[in-house]
């Protein structure tokens, strides 16, 4: 499974952000993880079995949206009202089985698209 995102940048607090993920085939879960300079990778928001459940850590919670266009083979991550807090690199990746958003479970990454929140 290939991976790639993209849609990161730089960006104020408060500003939103629109994180996208093209992936060649598509796995019962799928997921956005970021990570920040001396920090451990973190579960953001996650979808399985096509969308029909969503996941996201508490800090994201109503403030981000996770979305799956399984016609298009996409993985979204909808970023509003971003704080400083969410900067980081984000990456996509798939799992054929997971539990929550635990990296461990996950097989498949891209590469990461850098979000910067100042």
């Known amino acids: 499974v290939q991976l790639v995102e993209s849609g990161g940048g730089p960006v104020q607090a408060g500003e939103s952000l629109r994180l996208s993920c093209t992936y060649s085939s598509r796995r019962h879960c799928m997921a956005w993880f970021r990570q920040s300079p001396g920090k451990g990778r973190e579960g953001v928001a996650g979808?399985?079995?096509?969308?029909?459940?969503?996941r996201y850590v508490d800090s994201v919670k109503d403030r981000f949206t996770v979305g799956q266009d399984n016609g298009k083979n996409v993985l979204y991550l909808q970023m509003n009202n971003l704080e400083p807090g969410d900067s980081g690199m984000y990456y996509c990746?798939?799992?054929?089985?997971?539990?929550?958003?635990?990296?461990?479970?996950?097989?498949?990454w891209g590469r990461g698209t850098q979000v910067t929140v100042s």
């Open positions: 990746a798939a799992a054929s089985y997971c539990v929550g958003l635990e990296s461990t479970n996950y097989n498949y």
């Open positions: 979808v399985v079995n096509g969308g029909r459940a969503t």
